[in-house]
Protein backbone atom coordinates (compact mmCIF):
# COMPACT_ATOMS: atom_id res chain seq x y z
CA UNK A 1 0.00 0.00 0.00
CA UNK A 2 0.96 3.97 -1.10
CA UNK A 3 -0.03 6.12 0.84
CA UNK A 4 -0.82 9.42 -0.87
CA UNK A 5 1.28 12.65 0.17
CA UNK A 6 0.95 15.89 -0.89
CA UNK A 7 3.16 16.80 -3.58
CA UNK A 8 3.30 12.86 -4.90
CA UNK A 9 1.55 14.35 -8.08
CA UNK A 10 0.69 18.02 -9.66
CA UNK A 11 -2.51 19.05 -8.10
CA UNK A 12 -2.55 16.87 -5.35
CA UNK A 13 -2.12 18.88 -2.41
CA UNK A 14 -2.78 19.93 1.06
CA UNK A 15 -6.82 20.76 0.62
CA UNK A 16 -7.46 18.09 -1.69
CA UNK A 17 -5.51 15.40 0.41
CA UNK A 18 -7.58 16.52 3.66
CA UNK A 19 -11.19 15.87 1.07
CA UNK A 20 -10.00 12.59 0.19
CA UNK A 21 -9.16 11.39 3.84
CA UNK A 22 -12.43 12.44 4.59
CA UNK A 23 -13.96 10.67 1.64
CA UNK A 24 -11.25 7.25 3.38
CA UNK A 25 -9.25 7.41 0.28
CA UNK A 26 -5.70 7.66 1.69
CA UNK A 27 -3.72 5.31 -0.59
CA UNK A 28 -2.77 4.89 -4.18
CA UNK A 29 -4.74 2.04 -4.23
CA UNK A 30 -8.01 3.21 -3.07
CA UNK A 31 -7.81 6.51 -5.35
CA UNK A 32 -7.04 4.72 -8.38
CA UNK A 33 -9.95 1.66 -7.61
CA UNK A 34 -12.62 4.43 -6.62
CA UNK A 35 -15.24 5.50 -8.98
CA UNK A 36 -13.80 9.47 -10.17
CA UNK A 37 -17.17 10.62 -11.11
CA UNK A 38 -18.63 9.56 -7.13
CA UNK A 39 -15.26 10.76 -5.32
CA UNK A 40 -15.76 14.11 -7.36
CA UNK A 41 -18.74 14.49 -6.03
CA UNK A 42 -18.01 13.26 -2.41
CA UNK A 43 -14.92 15.65 -2.16
CA UNK A 44 -16.46 18.66 -4.53
CA UNK A 45 -13.35 18.74 -6.71
CA UNK A 46 -13.00 18.89 -10.38
CA UNK A 47 -13.69 15.30 -12.19
CA UNK A 48 -11.48 16.28 -14.77
CA UNK A 49 -8.79 17.29 -12.14
CA UNK A 50 -9.05 13.96 -10.26
CA UNK A 51 -8.95 12.13 -13.12
CA UNK A 52 -5.70 13.94 -14.42
CA UNK A 53 -4.32 13.31 -10.39
CA UNK A 54 -5.32 9.38 -10.97
CA UNK A 55 -3.71 9.08 -14.55
CA UNK A 56 -0.20 10.44 -13.07
CA UNK A 57 -0.29 8.07 -10.50
CA UNK A 58 -1.31 5.03 -12.33
CA UNK A 59 1.71 6.04 -15.10
CA UNK A 60 4.33 5.97 -11.40
CA UNK A 61 2.76 3.28 -9.86
CA UNK A 62 1.50 0.63 -12.26
CA UNK A 63 3.67 -1.91 -13.07
CA UNK A 64 3.88 -1.94 -17.01
CA UNK A 65 2.85 -5.08 -18.73
CA UNK A 66 5.68 -7.88 -20.15
CA UNK A 67 5.27 -10.36 -22.02
CA UNK A 68 6.27 -13.98 -21.62
CA UNK A 69 8.74 -14.04 -24.43
CA UNK A 70 10.57 -11.29 -22.79
CA UNK A 71 10.32 -12.88 -19.24
CA UNK A 72 11.49 -16.13 -20.73
CA UNK A 73 14.65 -13.81 -22.44
CA UNK A 74 15.44 -12.38 -18.99
CA UNK A 75 15.15 -16.14 -17.88
CA UNK A 76 17.69 -17.72 -19.93
CA UNK A 77 20.17 -14.67 -20.03
CA UNK A 78 19.92 -14.34 -15.60
CA UNK A 79 19.91 -18.03 -14.53
CA UNK A 80 22.66 -20.15 -13.80
CA UNK A 81 22.94 -24.12 -12.68
CA UNK A 82 25.31 -24.74 -10.18
CA UNK A 83 26.22 -27.92 -10.07
CA UNK A 84 26.05 -29.73 -6.50
CA UNK A 85 29.06 -31.76 -7.11
CA UNK A 86 26.88 -35.19 -6.96
CA UNK A 87 25.92 -36.74 -9.65
CA UNK A 88 23.09 -38.23 -8.33
CA UNK A 89 21.89 -35.19 -6.68
CA UNK A 90 22.27 -33.19 -10.06
CA UNK A 91 20.04 -35.68 -11.82
CA UNK A 92 17.09 -35.27 -9.06
CA UNK A 93 17.85 -31.36 -9.61
CA UNK A 94 17.00 -31.05 -12.97
CA UNK A 95 21.11 -30.46 -13.07
CA UNK A 96 21.80 -28.44 -9.63
CA UNK A 97 20.82 -25.72 -8.03
CA UNK A 98 18.95 -22.45 -10.28
CA UNK A 99 20.16 -19.37 -9.24
CA UNK A 100 17.40 -16.55 -8.44
CA UNK A 101 15.76 -19.29 -6.90
CA UNK A 102 15.51 -21.18 -2.95
CA UNK A 103 16.31 -24.60 -2.51
CA UNK A 104 15.30 -26.54 0.35
CA UNK A 105 16.74 -29.75 1.56
CA UNK A 106 14.17 -31.19 4.72
CA UNK A 107 15.25 -33.92 6.86
CA UNK A 108 15.32 -34.95 10.49
CA UNK A 109 18.55 -35.63 12.57
CA UNK A 110 21.43 -37.49 10.71
CA UNK A 111 19.59 -37.11 7.10
CA UNK A 112 22.47 -35.68 5.82
CA UNK A 113 21.78 -32.17 5.21
CA UNK A 114 24.70 -29.98 6.55
CA UNK A 115 27.52 -32.80 4.73
CA UNK A 116 25.26 -31.79 1.45
CA UNK A 117 25.96 -28.29 2.86
CA UNK A 118 29.26 -28.99 2.74
CA UNK A 119 29.83 -30.71 -0.40
CA UNK A 120 27.91 -28.12 -2.21
CA UNK A 121 30.18 -25.13 -0.44
CA UNK A 122 33.40 -27.06 -1.54
CA UNK A 123 32.42 -28.15 -5.06
CA UNK A 124 31.46 -24.57 -5.89
CA UNK A 125 34.34 -22.88 -4.61
CA UNK A 126 36.75 -25.36 -5.84
CA UNK A 127 35.47 -26.62 -9.10
CA UNK A 128 33.41 -23.81 -10.14
CA UNK A 129 35.70 -21.39 -8.22
CA UNK A 130 32.66 -18.89 -7.24
CA UNK A 131 32.46 -17.18 -3.74
CA UNK A 132 29.75 -19.10 -1.30
CA UNK A 133 28.22 -17.12 1.99
CA UNK A 134 27.35 -19.83 4.14
CA UNK A 135 25.27 -18.83 7.14
CA UNK A 136 25.97 -21.66 10.49
CA UNK A 137 22.72 -20.94 12.57
CA UNK A 138 24.10 -24.07 14.54
CA UNK A 139 27.48 -24.30 15.30
CA UNK A 140 27.32 -27.55 12.99
CA UNK A 141 29.76 -25.92 10.71
CA UNK A 142 33.71 -27.72 11.07
CA UNK A 143 36.54 -25.94 8.94
CA UNK A 144 38.21 -29.48 8.93
CA UNK A 145 35.27 -31.06 7.90
CA UNK A 146 35.27 -28.39 4.67
CA UNK A 147 39.49 -29.10 4.35
CA UNK A 148 38.81 -33.05 4.05
CA UNK A 149 36.61 -32.44 1.41
CA UNK A 150 39.55 -30.28 -0.42
CA UNK A 151 41.85 -32.96 0.13
CA UNK A 152 39.43 -35.34 -1.57
CA UNK A 153 39.53 -33.04 -5.02
CA UNK A 154 42.99 -32.15 -4.73
CA UNK A 155 46.67 -32.72 -3.57
CA UNK A 156 47.63 -28.75 -3.64
CA UNK A 157 47.50 -27.07 -0.26
CA UNK A 158 47.69 -24.17 -2.51
CA UNK A 159 44.37 -24.88 -4.10
CA UNK A 160 42.67 -26.17 -1.31
CA UNK A 161 43.51 -22.81 0.55
CA UNK A 162 42.11 -20.64 -2.25
CA UNK A 163 38.82 -22.59 -2.15
CA UNK A 164 38.50 -22.22 1.48
CA UNK A 165 38.85 -18.49 1.48
CA UNK A 166 36.20 -18.22 -1.01
CA UNK A 167 33.68 -19.72 1.50
CA UNK A 168 32.60 -17.10 3.42
CA UNK A 169 31.39 -18.09 6.91
CA UNK A 170 28.82 -15.75 8.96
CA UNK A 171 27.61 -17.54 12.28
CA UNK A 172 24.48 -16.45 13.99
CA UNK A 173 22.33 -18.14 16.13
CA UNK A 174 18.83 -16.59 16.58
CA UNK A 175 16.39 -14.50 13.80
CA UNK A 176 17.45 -11.18 14.71
CA UNK A 177 21.50 -11.89 13.54
CA UNK A 178 20.62 -13.68 10.95
CA UNK A 179 17.93 -10.43 9.59
CA UNK A 180 21.08 -8.34 10.06
CA UNK A 181 23.30 -10.35 7.85
CA UNK A 182 20.88 -10.84 5.42
CA UNK A 183 20.29 -7.36 5.30
CA UNK A 184 23.76 -6.62 4.91
CA UNK A 185 24.40 -8.72 1.83
CA UNK A 186 21.38 -7.32 0.65
CA UNK A 187 23.03 -3.68 1.05
CA UNK A 188 26.03 -5.47 -1.02
CA UNK A 189 28.24 -5.02 1.65
CA UNK A 190 28.78 -8.75 2.00
CA UNK A 191 29.52 -8.75 -1.70
CA UNK A 192 32.00 -6.18 -1.72
CA UNK A 193 33.65 -7.80 1.45
CA UNK A 194 33.63 -10.98 -0.66
CA UNK A 195 34.91 -8.81 -3.79
CA UNK A 196 38.71 -9.20 -5.28
CA UNK A 197 40.90 -11.41 -3.05
CA UNK A 198 42.32 -14.71 -3.58
CA UNK A 199 40.83 -17.07 -6.82
CA UNK A 200 38.27 -13.93 -7.93
CA UNK A 201 35.08 -15.15 -8.69
CA UNK A 202 31.83 -13.51 -7.71
CA UNK A 203 29.39 -14.82 -4.76
CA UNK A 204 27.08 -17.20 -6.34
CA UNK A 205 25.35 -19.12 -3.53
CA UNK A 206 24.17 -18.24 -0.23
CA UNK A 207 23.80 -21.24 2.05
CA UNK A 208 22.09 -21.15 5.49
CA UNK A 209 21.85 -23.97 7.70
CA UNK A 210 19.77 -23.63 9.46
CA UNK A 211 16.60 -21.65 8.72
CA UNK A 212 14.30 -23.54 11.51
CA UNK A 213 17.03 -23.47 13.77
CA UNK A 214 16.63 -20.18 14.52
CA UNK A 215 12.67 -19.22 13.31
CA UNK A 216 11.04 -22.61 14.94
CA UNK A 217 11.38 -21.51 18.47
CA UNK A 218 9.57 -18.21 17.52
CA UNK A 219 6.20 -19.95 16.03
CA UNK A 220 3.05 -20.76 18.40
CA UNK A 221 1.69 -19.28 21.16
CA UNK A 222 -0.52 -16.39 20.99
CA UNK A 223 1.85 -14.22 19.69
CA UNK A 224 2.20 -13.51 16.18
CA UNK A 225 6.25 -12.67 16.36
CA UNK A 226 7.45 -15.76 14.61
CA UNK A 227 5.27 -15.76 11.57
CA UNK A 228 6.36 -11.71 11.15
CA UNK A 229 10.24 -12.83 11.46
CA UNK A 230 9.35 -15.63 8.93
CA UNK A 231 8.21 -13.47 6.35
CA UNK A 232 11.20 -10.81 6.94
CA UNK A 233 13.83 -14.03 6.29
CA UNK A 234 11.69 -15.33 3.15
CA UNK A 235 11.73 -11.58 1.65
CA UNK A 236 15.05 -11.19 2.39
CA UNK A 237 16.50 -14.53 1.08
CA UNK A 238 13.85 -13.59 -2.31
CA UNK A 239 15.25 -10.50 -2.65
CA UNK A 240 18.85 -11.60 -2.66
CA UNK A 241 18.75 -14.29 -4.60
CA UNK A 242 16.90 -12.84 -7.63
CA UNK A 243 18.68 -9.51 -7.10
CA UNK A 244 22.03 -10.54 -7.17
CA UNK A 245 21.63 -13.74 -9.23
CA UNK A 246 22.52 -16.07 -6.38
CA UNK A 247 21.14 -19.66 -5.54
CA UNK A 248 19.94 -19.86 -2.34
CA UNK A 249 20.74 -23.19 -0.34
CA UNK A 250 18.65 -23.49 2.94
CA UNK A 251 18.05 -26.38 5.63
CA UNK A 252 14.61 -27.24 7.14
CA UNK A 253 13.87 -30.05 10.23
CA UNK A 254 10.95 -32.13 9.32
CA UNK A 255 7.46 -33.23 11.84
CA UNK A 256 5.01 -35.56 11.18
CA UNK A 257 1.47 -35.21 9.64
CA UNK A 258 -1.53 -37.00 11.16
CA UNK A 259 -0.43 -39.59 8.63
CA UNK A 260 2.59 -40.30 10.85
CA UNK A 261 4.37 -39.20 7.46
CA UNK A 262 7.61 -37.28 7.18
CA UNK A 263 7.14 -33.38 6.27
CA UNK A 264 9.01 -30.01 5.68
CA UNK A 265 9.16 -27.43 9.00
CA UNK A 266 7.85 -24.49 9.73
CA UNK A 267 4.16 -24.74 8.28
CA UNK A 268 2.51 -23.89 5.48
CA UNK A 269 2.77 -20.20 5.28
CA UNK A 270 6.91 -21.24 4.72
CA UNK A 271 5.80 -24.13 1.87
CA UNK A 272 5.59 -21.14 -0.54
CA UNK A 273 8.91 -19.87 0.01
CA UNK A 274 11.23 -22.62 -1.87
CA UNK A 275 10.85 -22.74 -5.48
CA UNK A 276 12.22 -26.44 -5.17
CA UNK A 277 11.58 -28.55 -1.88
CA UNK A 278 13.63 -31.96 -1.02
CA UNK A 279 13.32 -34.41 1.70
CA UNK A 280 16.57 -36.20 2.73
CA UNK A 281 16.14 -39.42 4.10
CA UNK A 282 17.92 -42.18 5.71
CA UNK A 283 16.90 -45.92 3.98
CA UNK A 284 16.05 -48.20 7.21
CA UNK A 285 16.49 -51.12 5.16
CA UNK A 286 20.27 -50.58 4.29
CA UNK A 287 21.63 -48.15 6.90
CA UNK A 288 23.81 -51.18 8.09
CA UNK A 289 25.10 -52.34 5.12
CA UNK A 290 25.84 -48.80 3.59
CA UNK A 291 25.39 -46.36 6.21
CA UNK A 292 26.48 -43.15 4.42
CA UNK A 293 23.74 -43.73 1.84
CA UNK A 294 21.08 -41.48 2.00
CA UNK A 295 17.35 -40.77 0.00
CA UNK A 296 16.14 -37.80 -1.52
CA UNK A 297 13.08 -37.26 -2.59
CA UNK A 298 11.24 -33.99 -4.48
CA UNK A 299 8.56 -32.33 -3.21
CA UNK A 300 7.83 -29.78 -4.25
CA UNK A 301 9.35 -28.57 -8.03
CA UNK A 302 8.55 -26.31 -10.96
CA UNK A 303 10.47 -28.40 -13.15
CA UNK A 304 10.70 -32.50 -12.11
CA UNK A 305 7.39 -34.44 -10.99
CA UNK A 306 7.31 -34.79 -7.44
CA UNK A 307 8.18 -38.06 -5.59
CA UNK A 308 11.11 -38.53 -7.92
CA UNK A 309 13.47 -39.92 -5.87
CA UNK A 310 17.17 -40.66 -5.65
CA UNK A 311 19.89 -42.15 -3.66
CA UNK A 312 23.32 -41.01 -2.91
CA UNK A 313 26.38 -41.27 -1.01
CA UNK A 314 27.72 -38.89 1.67
CA UNK A 315 30.55 -39.59 1.49
CA UNK A 316 30.85 -39.19 -2.48
CA UNK A 317 32.32 -35.23 -1.80
CA UNK A 318 34.99 -37.09 0.76
CA UNK A 319 36.41 -39.79 -1.85
CA UNK A 320 38.98 -39.25 -4.47
CA UNK A 321 37.57 -38.36 -7.71
CA UNK A 322 40.17 -39.77 -9.78
CA UNK A 323 38.87 -43.30 -11.86
CA UNK A 324 35.22 -42.57 -9.74
CA UNK A 325 32.26 -43.49 -10.86
CA UNK A 326 29.03 -42.95 -9.65
CA UNK A 327 26.34 -45.28 -10.22
CA UNK A 328 22.76 -43.47 -10.47
CA UNK A 329 19.44 -44.64 -9.28
CA UNK A 330 16.17 -42.60 -10.17
CA UNK A 331 12.72 -43.90 -9.87
CA UNK A 332 9.95 -43.26 -9.91
CA UNK A 333 7.51 -43.84 -6.11
CA UNK A 334 4.04 -44.26 -5.34
CA UNK A 335 2.90 -40.94 -4.25
Request: aromatic share 4%.
Amino acid sequence: MVLLREGMCPGLDEVLLRRLRDAHIKTVEDLVSSSIEELAQKCSVSYTALLTIRRVLLAQHAAFPVSGADLYDELLSSTAILSTGNPNLDVLLDSGVYTGEITELAGGPGSGKSQVCFGVAVHISHHLRQKVVYVDTTGGLSASRLQEMLQSETSSAEEQMEALQRIHVHRVFDVYSLLRCLHRLRSGELQQACGGGVGGGSVKALIVDSVSAVIAPLLGGKHHEGTFMMSQVSAALKTIAKDFNMAALVTNHVSRNGDGELQPGLGVSWSHVPRTRVLLERPPTVALRTPALRSATIIKSSRRPCFIQAEFDLQWWSRSKHGATGKRKLHQTDS
